[in-house]
């Protein structure tokens, strides 16, 4: 079955640039997407189709997709961002989640 | 907007069957795909399936036996049962909206506020 990968944390600083990733086999051949949980909420859609952001998402969200590895990219990280993030993928009719990144913004 | 609600026991027996419904508002069931994905307590997301708007399905196939996803287009509602269940599928039960590229990409928006379903005698 098909499997991704994400770290499970990641820490970065106010202001600074914080990226996640996501591996899993010839990825860049899927669509990725992302989700934001905070604690006690439902996940919140980020990034679609590799690079698309939903109306509402902030323009510091971005992603990519190429090779093995998909990678969400939140530029200027606010405190508020701190969050569990989620890739996900869809393979031969499957839905599939990685295991999710804990983002601390300290 | 369209808003989902999930609705349903939140204690189930071990072996007995678990049943949830969720309700659709601010917009049409029809047209759509709609699914249901869980979340063990500490633990990251897994899809339990999806169902289009003309009933077709697709089941995660570690739970494949167990699983039914049902839609009822009259009340603009799906629904998830999944029989036989264990202390193991004790988990908050989130039931979304699935947005498709064709046949290349599937991705959940938006998402219930999700119910807790625990599995105890």
């Known amino acids: 079955s098909y499997e991704l990968t994400q770290p499970p944390s990641v820490s970065v600083s106010p202001g600074q640039t914080a990226s996640i990733t996501c591996s899993g086999d010839k990825l860049g051949n899927k669509y990725a997407c992302w989700y934001q949980q905070k604690p006690g909420q439902s996940p919140v859609l980020v990034i679609y189709q590799d690079n698309n952001r939903p109306s509402g998402i902030p323009e510091r969200f971005s992603g990519s997709n190429s090779g093995n590895t998909a990678t969400l990219t939140i530029r200027g990280t606010q405190a508020v961002d701190e969050a569990d993030y989620y890739c996900q993928a869809w393979d031969s009719s499957t839905v599939v989640f990685g295991g999710g990144t804990k983002l601390t913004v300290l | 907007q369209v808003q989902l609600q999930e609705s349903g026991p939140g204690l189930v027996k071990p072996s007995e069957t678990l049943s949830l419904t969720c309700t659709v508002s601010?917009?049409?069931?029809?047209?759509?795909?709609w699914g249901w994905i869980r979340q063990s307590p500490g633990k990251g997301l897994e899809c339990i399936g999806y169902?289009?708007?003309?009933?077709?399905?697709n089941y995660n196939p570690s739970l494949q036996s167990r699983v039914t996803i049902s839609v009822d287009t009259s009340k603009n509602q799906f629904s998830l049962k999944l029989s036989s269940v264990t202390a193991a599928d004790t988990a908050l039960y989130y039931c979304s909206r699935v947005l498709r590229a064709g046949n290349t990409g599937y991705w959940f928006d938006p998402w219930g506020q999700g119910t807790l379903v625990t599995v105890s005698s």
């Open positions: 601010g917009g049409s069931i029809s047209s759509y795909y």
């Open positions: 169902i289009s708007d003309s009933g077709s399905t």
